[in-house]
């Protein structure tokens, strides 16, 4: 299958214009065996280039660029099918921006398309080009520096319980993880996970129950996460718990449930946010929205959870404008190195800044995504690089220090 592959990357030290030469010239031979064309185009800091050809070559290709110490930063921009090439020859063509004004440099690109199959002024990959030749994106390349740059240190915060304060006959527990702000080193809230009795997971809890008696087992489990929460001695901090949307819905009185349970734990309910997702198909849109009302009405607040992973998160977004949204892991995982997860989180960041609207980034593993991620704007995060769900207690968080070597 004829593949199409952009990228764009940062140099690590200037190149001579004969070391520039010298690694094209290998490319272009190294390319002309694979069967892919490579178009290159280099300003003195970055190099961006399309490769086209069959995929198995072009992402063995790739995979050795990514590998390449003689740049960083390498962002996945497109990656597509054709049924033609848009350049013809196999091997390697370099552009050095510095050698032409940029009004000649598209035309020029345009003129090594194919002559049976000429590029189109429209085309997208064309397009690509000229964004990258008229720098209107240059102010969205967050350059980070490498994973080893910080080190994560635990602190001595974990409290964990021996013995679960609840009912001998209650079917959950809660496991508990933090949503941190790093640079400050302080927790913003907590978030209540569902948890079978024995530590497992919510799908676990979940399973075998449908209709009335899933909704049902929702709500009352609420009642056992605001307990622990009490015995664990949260104070003022704020609670995050979630729910699903059809359970205020379907179940009779679910707010006023949640109120009695709030206050009976010594919370209240202005430290509670209740978190939706939005992959649940919301059948009662009207009755689910009125109950939102009544929820912030009663002064819980209301997050949108795994945004961008169901079918209805802009949908909600314009019906309520909840007081917080959690970016959806699938687009949080390896966004350092995905332009199309980098356009849509920065679009949804543009969103929620313009609706007065915090964003969570949940489900943050790697050092790379977390610095990103910080650099585009967000600076609340959650998941495993600061600290795992502790069953029934609070984790210690790993903090972010410089690397003395740095």
């Known amino acids: 299958m004829l593949t199409t592959l952009i990228y764009r990357s940062h140099i690590c030290e200037p190149f001579p214009a004969d ?5 094209v010239a290998a490319a272009n031979e190294k390319n002309g065996q694979a069967g892919i064309t490579g178009i290159l185009l280099f300003n003195g800091i ?33 990656c597509d099918f054709a049924p033609t090439r848009r350049f013809g020859k196999a091997g390697m063509e370099l552009f050095d921006l510095r050698d032409y004004e940029s009004d000649d440099v598209l035309q020029t690109i345009l ?16 397009q690509f080009f000229r964004t990258f030749v008229e720098a209107t994106e240059k102010e969205n390349y967050f350059e980070i520096p490498p994973a ?13 319980l021996s013995q679960a304060p609840v009912d001998s006959d209650t079917e959950c527990s809660f496991a508990f993880q933090p949503i941190v702000d790093p ?12 948890r079978t009795p024995a530590g497992e997971t919510a799908q676990a ?8 008696a899933l909704y049902e087992a929702d709500l009352k489990s609420k009642q056992v996460a605001f307990r622990l929460a009490g015995a664990l001695n949260v104070a003022a901090q704020t609670l995050s718990v979630n729910l699903l949307p059809m359970t205020l819905v379907r179940i009779p009185e679910a707010v006023e ?37 009544q929820l912030k009405a009663a002064g819980i607040r209301v997050a949108i959870d795994h945004f961008g992973g169901g079918f209805a998160g802009l ?35 543009q969103c929620c800044t313009s609706l007065e609207i915090r964003i969570s980034a949940v489900g943050v593993e790697q050092p790379e995504e977390w610095m990103w991620l910080e650099s585009a704007g967000i600076s609340h995060f959650q998941g495993h690089l600061f600290a795992p769900p502790a069953f029934q207690g609070i984790p210690a968080i790993s903090w972010p220090e410089m690397s003395n070597e740095q």
């Open 148 to 160: 080893d740059s910080w080190v994560f240190i635990p602190d001595n915060g974990e409290v964990t």
């Open 46 to 78: 970055h190099f961006f280039q399309l490769l086209e050809g069959p995929e198995e070559s072009v992402f063995a290709i790739y995979n050795r660029i990514c590998a390449d110490k003689r740049h960083f930063n390498v962002v996945e921009i497109l």
């Open 315 to 349: 949908s909600l977004l314009a019906r309520f404008q909840p007081e917080r949204i959690k970016i959806n892991r699938d687009l949080i995982r390896d966004v350092h190195k995905s332009g199309p997860r980098q356009a849509i989180v920065r679009a949804i960041i």
């Open 205 to 212: 809890f979940f399973n075998g129950l449908a209709g009335d």
């Open 111 to 126: 003129n090594k398309g194919t002559s049976k199959y000429q590029l189109l002024y429209d085309d997208r990959a064309l």
């Open 19 to 23: 070391r520039l030469k010298e690694m």
């Open 183 to 194: 640079m400050a080193q302080e927790i913003v809230s907590l978030e209540a996970l569902i």
């Open 257 to 293: 449930f949640l109120l009695t349970e709030i206050e009976a734990n010594g919370l209240v309910p202005e430290q509670i946010i209740v978190e939706f997702t939005e992959n649940e198909v919301i059948s009662r849109l009207e009755d689910f929205t009125n109950a939102v009302r």
